[in-house]
């Protein structure tokens, strides 16, 4: 009996996709918990496909934050994917309507597998592999969560609610990990949101805790 023998490009961007693209059901249950329909949810994950700001924008929403501000949350947790691209432009050098449909599919999984290779063939299949896999499944994956949590009646008393927040902190716990200045913004982004929450609207303190990346970029600048 003949074994398939993967290239570590593509057994590589397999376990990235599977293993991240399962957390999909955990943003389908979070959008549905939010106040989003089964369909809004899904075109979420279709039309933005970055779970850091689609939980983002769950969490808003769920709060009863404006639209407005769930979307300028989400915007400014997913420019950091304009960094990849300007990144990965070079390393893949894909040209014309190919780069603008690889643009889609660069998040932080995709960047990371992707650049760990220095050879452009095994870049590129390391990221169509990653990309396209995470894609399938994670749409497949929010569209059965929030579909299951719209059987229920009150999903509030299952508790889901505490499903975003916690994916959210599984996702950038290895960055708290990395070292103290990840700590520190992250420290101060909770001072402000804690400090906020009972003075302003809903959403607007998750806004605002974002100012503490940019302290910690003035206070290194003013050292330098």
């Known amino acids: 009996m003949s074994t398939i023998v993967l290239s570590p490009p593509v057994r590589n961007g397999l376990a990235v996709g599977v293993g991240v693209g399962l957390s999909g059901f955990a943003f389908g249950s979070a959008g549905v918990t939010a106040g989003l329909s089964v369909a809004q949810t899904c075109a979420l994950s279709l039309a933005a496909f970055t779970g850091a700001s689609q939980f983002a924008f769950a969490g808003v929403f769920a709060s009863g934050g404006s639209l407005l501000a769930g979307t300028a949350g989400a915007l400014l947790l997913g420019a950091r994917n304009t960094l ?7 390393h893949l050098a894909w040209r ?3 780069r603008a449909l690889a643009a889609h599919g660069v998040i932080d999984e995709t960047a990371a597998v992707s650049i760990g290779y220095r050879s452009r063939g095994e870049a590129r299949l390391a990221f169509l592999t990653t990309a396209v896999t995470l894609y399938v499944l994670w749409n497949a994956t929010t569209f059965a969560g929030a579909l299951a949590t719209g059987q229920v009646t009150d999903p509030a008393v299952l508790g889901l609610d ?4 916690a994916v959210f902190l599984a996702l950038i716990w290895p960055r708290l990990q990395d070292g103290g200045r990840e700590r520190v913004v992250a420290l101060l982004a909770v001072l402000i949101a804690i400090a906020t929450v009972p003075l302003l609207p809903a959403g607007l303190p998750v806004l605002l805790a974002a100012a503490a990346t940019f302290a910690v970029f003035l206070r290194r600048g003013a050292g330098s």
């Open 96 to 98: 014309g309507g190919k």
């Open 84 to 90: 990849y691209g300007l990144r990965l432009a070079d």
């Open 162 to 165: 505490a499903v975003g927040p």
